[in-house]
């Protein structure tokens, strides 16, 4: 396939893509569309980066601009399901620049926000309608929403969905969905999950896979850098500090993390900006369009953001910590070396993160080179202020904890231990996927948040 031409698709849907100039299809988009097209159920397997938002966007806006409908009140033609709602809101814009051209309604429906708007915007029908499992329960629930005139179903990253612990919420809306539909379901990896789901909702599906699951971008240089936990701040902000880099897009494992690091960055003089899930909707909005623009080159996401992120121009990916779920590594790294670009990773790794390591290692098959750093000489006698508990820091503005005063050093009244000295108890991060994951970005059933996320495929 040399050009959406080819597929025959509306001449409203070619225009809008020639204002894009948009002209060849990628591998998933040549595949998938006609197959789309036919009405035939398909599981998509590609990485992010890849097009598959356009692979079933512009086949759905066809489907519609040919037998267009009146609209039913409370209902939706399409339903687009994804775990974030940056996701979602990215998927909406695809969808309405697609179909610029059409008299096609787009609505969403995501959690983080009043779930009034969503009911008075649902409440006359809309054509296609893109949502976040939560809240699209919750409008369900409410008598807001009913399921049973959807035509097409998109399940868009699933295994993120699963990995979340959204499963008992999608089996919920799929029970409401009429049996005679189309079904789309597009996933980065295809674990034996996936596998399952895809048997139990989609019938006869075909199968289009473009890229090898544990593939990492080929124009990316990836290296390690082992150093101890403590160096892991000071080599950040020296390398920013004397690296030209045109934006930097900076891992951490958890939000709490994210937040640690941004300060430390701000105190060495560097510029950033966090974006998880505990940040409220116009933080994120304001955060990542500065990174867009320019304006800070530096974002500090959580893990939630490793598939969803897609801003031109990212020169540098930077693992702050590694990731404990191995394929994480390839979504991450993901975000630079984009539209035929070359990018580097760079991930710095702990002794007590040597495990992930090798699980990243062994999915990619490969070694990544490594170096041994440490923390930059002006650093090494002087932890960040970022990197010291906030007991540590109340110590050096009191008089009676500091060394020698009147208690010594470490201890409380009577000589008990202070609570940073305390030993603090965790589980390892192996035995929290799903749940914890969930709870650490806000994204649960019951967190009042939404995962984040933002992609655009063309």
Same mark, same amino acid.
């Given at each position: 396939?040399?050009?959406?031409?080819q %597929?025959?698709?509306?001449?409203?849907?070619?225009?809008?893509?020639?204002?894009?100039?948009?002209?060849?299809?990628?591998?998933?988009q040549?595949?998938?569309?006609p197959?789309?097209?036919?009405?035939?159920?398909?599981?998509?397997?590609a !990485?992010?980066?890849?097009?598959?938002?356009?692979? %079933?966007?512009?086949?759905?806006?066809?489907?519609?601009a040919?037998?267009?409908?009146r609209?039913?009140?409370?209902?939706?033609?399409?339903?687009?399901?994804?775990?974030?709602?940056?996701?979602?809101?990215?998927?909406?814009? +695809?969808?309405?620049?697609? /179909?610029?051209?059409? $008299?096609?309604?787009?609505?969403?429906?995501?959690?983080?926000?009043?779930?009034?708007?969503?009911?008075?915007?649902?409440?006359?029908?809309?054509?296609?309608?893109?949502?976040?499992?939560?809240?699209?329960?919750?409008?369900?629930?409410?008598?807001?929403?009913?399921?049973?005139? &959807?035509?097409?179903? &998109?399940?868009?990253?699933?295994?993120?969905?699963?990995?979340m612990?959204f499963?008992?919420?999608?089996?919920?809306?799929?029970?409401?969905?009429?049996?005679?539909?189309?079904?789309?379901?597009?996933?980065?990896t295809?674990?034996?999950?996936?596998?399952?789901?895809?048997?139990? %909702?989609?019938?006869?599906?075909?199968?289009?896979? &473009?890229?090898?699951?544990?593939?990492?971008?080929?124009?990316?240089?990836?290296?390690?850098?082992?150093?101890?936990?403590?160096?892991?701040?000071?080599?950040?902000?020296? %390398?920013?500090?004397?690296?030209?880099?045109?934006?930097?897009?900076?891992?951490?494992?958890t939000?709490?993390?994210?937040?640690?690091?941004v300060?430390?960055?701000?105190? /060495?003089?560097?510029?950033?900006?966090?974006?998880?899930?505990?940040?409220?909707?116009?933080?994120?909005?304001?955060?990542l +369009?500065?990174f867009?623009?320019?304006?800070?080159?530096?974002?500090?996401?959580?893990?939630?953001?490793?598939? /969803?992120?897609?801003?031109?121009?990212? +020169?540098?990916?930077?693992?702050?910590?590694?990731?404990?779920?191995?394929?994480?590594?390839?979504?991450?790294?993901?975000?630079?070396?984009?539209?035929?670009?070359a990018?580097?990773?760079?991930?710095?790794? +702990?002794?007590?993160?040597?495990?992930?390591?090798?699980?990243?290692?062994?999915?990619?098959?490969?070694?990544?080179?490594?170096?041994?750093?440490?923390?930059?000489?002006?650093?090494?006698?002087?932890?960040?202020?970022?990197?010291?508990s906030?007991?540590?820091?109340?110590?050096?503005?009191?008089?009676?904890?500091?060394?020698?005063?009147?208690?010594? !050093?470490? !201890?409380?009244r009577?000589?008990?231990?202070?609570?940073?000295?305390? $030993?603090?108890?965790?589980?390892?991060? !192996?035995?929290?996927?799903?749940?914890?994951?969930?709870a650490?970005?806000?994204?649960?059933?019951?967190?009042g948040?939404?995962?984040?996320?933002?992609? $655009?495929?063309?």
């Amino acid at each position: 396939m040399t050009s959406f031409t080819q %597929f025959g698709l509306a001449a409203p849907i070619t225009r809008a893509l020639a204002d894009e100039r948009y002209t060849v299809p990628t591998p998933i988009q040549g595949e998938t569309i006609p197959l789309v097209l036919t009405g035939r159920d398909v599981v998509g397997i590609a !990485q992010t980066g890849t097009g598959k938002t356009a692979a %079933f966007a512009l086949p759905i806006l066809h489907r519609l601009a040919g037998s267009p409908l009146r609209r039913e009140p409370k209902s939706c033609r399409v339903l687009v399901l994804s775990p974030t709602r940056e996701l979602s809101g990215q998927i909406l814009e +695809s969808f309405r620049t697609y /179909g610029r051209h059409l $008299r096609i309604d787009v609505a969403l429906a995501i959690g983080g926000v009043s779930i009034g708007g969503q009911v008075r915007r649902l409440a006359a029908g809309v054509d296609i309608l893109v949502a976040t499992p939560g809240r699209l329960v919750d409008l369900v629930k409410s008598n807001a929403l009913r399921l049973d005139r &959807v035509e097409v179903f &998109v399940l868009d990253e699933a295994d993120r969905m699963l990995d979340m612990g959204f499963l008992p919420d999608i089996r919920r809306i799929v029970g409401k969905l009429p049996a005679a539909r189309q079904t789309l379901l597009f996933s980065a990896t295809m674990p034996a999950a996936i596998a399952e789901l895809a048997k139990q %909702f989609l019938k006869d599906p075909a199968r289009v896979a &473009v890229t090898p699951v544990a593939s990492t971008a080929e124009r990316v240089e990836q290296r390690i850098v082992h150093l101890d936990r403590g160096a892991k701040l000071p080599t950040l902000i020296d %390398f920013l500090r004397r690296e030209t880099c045109d934006r930097v897009l900076v891992f951490t494992r958890t939000k709490h993390g994210a937040d640690k690091v941004v300060r430390g960055l701000h105190q /060495g003089g560097v510029s950033a900006s966090a974006i998880h899930g505990n940040k409220s909707q116009n933080n994120r909005e304001r955060a990542l +369009s500065a990174f867009r623009d320019g304006s800070v080159r530096t974002l500090v996401a959580t893990d939630i953001a490793a598939r /969803g992120i897609d801003v031109d121009g990212i +020169s540098h990916v930077i693992n702050f910590d590694l990731p404990n779920e191995p394929e994480s590594y390839v979504h991450r790294i993901g975000r630079t070396a984009r539209a035929g670009a070359a990018g580097t990773a760079i991930s710095y790794c +702990s002794a007590d993160e040597v495990p992930y390591l090798r699980a990243i290692e062994k999915l990619i098959r490969m070694t990544i080179p490594s170096t041994r750093g440490a923390a930059p000489a002006r650093f090494a006698n002087a932890p960040s202020t970022a990197e010291r508990s906030p007991h540590h820091r109340a110590q050096q503005h009191s008089g009676k904890h500091a060394a020698g005063g009147k208690h010594g !050093q470490g !201890q409380g009244r009577k000589g008990a231990p202070t609570k940073s000295r305390r $030993r603090r108890f965790s589980r390892p991060p !192996q035995q929290v996927r799903g749940a914890q994951h969930r709870a650490d970005e806000g994204e649960g059933r019951n967190s009042g948040h939404s995962a984040f996320g933002f992609m $655009r495929q063309s």
